[in-house]
């Protein structure tokens, strides 16, 4: 393979417009640089291609997660009490018929984590759950909840931390902590619609 030409194409690529991964040597006949250099140049060229990379795979993973929480939170909507049995039935199909087509998109983006991690993240993935399914009986008294974890994600507080979720949050890696925080964020917007009806 000749590093000096070398790029990447995928039919993806080209087909959804994007750019196309290229790495290319930036001065490949300079006498000033040895092999290793030029080696080292190109491979930090990839590296910048991986962030990059993790990065958006990072976004279409926080986008699927958000989706899935939307359909939870609609599963256990108030205005689903209003409907006929038949009506209920029809739309819980329907939400898990696009839940399933979201869950044919496969994106991961791997943390290293160790057991205390795992754990935490467990613990913390449980406290969120936990908050949708109490969004129909009290939407404000999860609202309150919502409000203390994410507190608890932040050090500029506005009132109340919960305490046990805080420590579960602080288990966590930094990487699964910006991502909760954003979830929870997302939960609290979603939160903010439904009690403004």
């Not at 046990?164 to 930094?174: K, M, P, V």
């Amino acid at each position: 393979m000749d590093v000096d030409n070398w790029q990447a194409v995928s039919d993806a690529d080209t087909d959804s417009g994007t750019q196309p991964t290229q790495i290319v040597e930036s001065n490949p006949g300079s006498p000033q640089k040895s092999p290793k250099d030029r080696l080292v140049d190109l491979l930090d060229q990839v590296e910048m291609h991986v962030e990059r990379l993790r990065r958006d795979a990072l976004k279409l993973e926080e986008e699927k997660d958000t989706l899935l929480t939307t359909l939870d939170t609609l599963r256990n909507s108030e205005m689903l009490i209003e409907l006929s049995d038949s009506e209920r039935e029809d739309v819980l199909h329907y939400a898990d018929h696009i839940a399933n087509r979201c869950l044919t998109v496969d994106v991961l983006v791997k943390t290293t984590r160790d057991c205390t991690q795992e754990d935490a993240l467990h613990q913390v993935n449980s406290f969120i759950d936990g908050l949708v399914v109490s969004l129909r009986d009290d939407p404000f008294g999860t609202k309150t909840r919502c409000l203390a974890f994410m507190n608890a994600c932040s050090s500029h507080t506005r009132g109340a931390t919960d305490k046990n979720f805080e420590t579960a949050i602080l288990g966590c890696t930094l990487d699964d902590q910006k991502r909760v925080k954003k979830r929870l964020q997302g939960l609290m917007d979603y939160i903010d619609q439904a009690t403004n009806f």
